[in-house]
C-alpha cells in the first residue's frame, strides 16, 4: 500500500510563496509519475503540475511561470513551489502518484491520493 502525506500548507499574503512537499512511503515511487491537485471551495478538483519518473514537467496555464514541480527520488518526495501567488490559488492541494513513469492531467488516472494540505492566499 502506498501512502502519501502532504505538508506545508499554510495562509500567505498575496505576493508570497509557499512550498508544499508530499512524501511517499510503501513502495518505492521513483518510477512512477507524480501530481498535484488542488480544489477550491465549491468547485470541482482540478490538476495543478505533474512530474514523470525522469523529471519531465507539465503545468496548469494558470500556475505556469509562477509554480514549479520537482522531486526528489532519494527521499521519496515531491514538491511544489508556488510563488507569486494569488487569492484564487486558495484551495486544498493533494498530491497523486499513478503506477505509471508519465505524467497525466485526468484525476482519475491516479491511482494513490494524500489527504491534502490547506493553501490560503489573503488579498
Known amino acids: 500500500q502506498v501512502q502519501l502525506v502532504e505538508s506545508g500548507g499554510g495562509l500567505v499574503q498575496a505576493g508570497g510563496s509557499l512550498r508544499l512537499s508530499c512524501g511517499a512511503s510503501?513502495?518505492?515511487?521513483?518510477?512512477?509519475?507524480m501530481g498535484w491537485f488542488r480544489q477550491a471551495p465549491g468547485k470541482e478538483r482540478e490538476f495543478v503540475a505533474a512530474?514523470?519518473?525522469?523529471?519531465?514537467?507539465t503545468w496548469a496555464d494558470s500556475v505556469k511561470g509562477r509554480f514549479t514541480i520537482s522531486r526528489d527520488n532519494t527521499k521519496n518526495t515531491v514538491y511544489l513551489q508556488m510563488n507569486s501567488l494569488k487569492p484564487e490559488d486558495t484551495a486544498v492541494y493533494y498530491c497523486?502518484?499513478?503506477?505509471?513513469?508519465?505524467?497525466?492531467?485526468?484525476?482519475?488516472?491516479?491511482?494513490?491520493w494524500g489527504q491534502g494540505t490547506q493553501v490560503t492566499v489573503s488579498s
Open positions: 497523486a502518484t499513478r503506477r505509471d513513469y508519465r505524467g497525466s492531467y485526468y484525476e482519475h488516472e491516479y491511482d494513490y
Open positions: 510503501g513502495r518505492t515511487f521513483s518510477n512512477w509519475a
Open positions: 512530474i514523470t519518473w525522469s523529471g519531465g514537467r
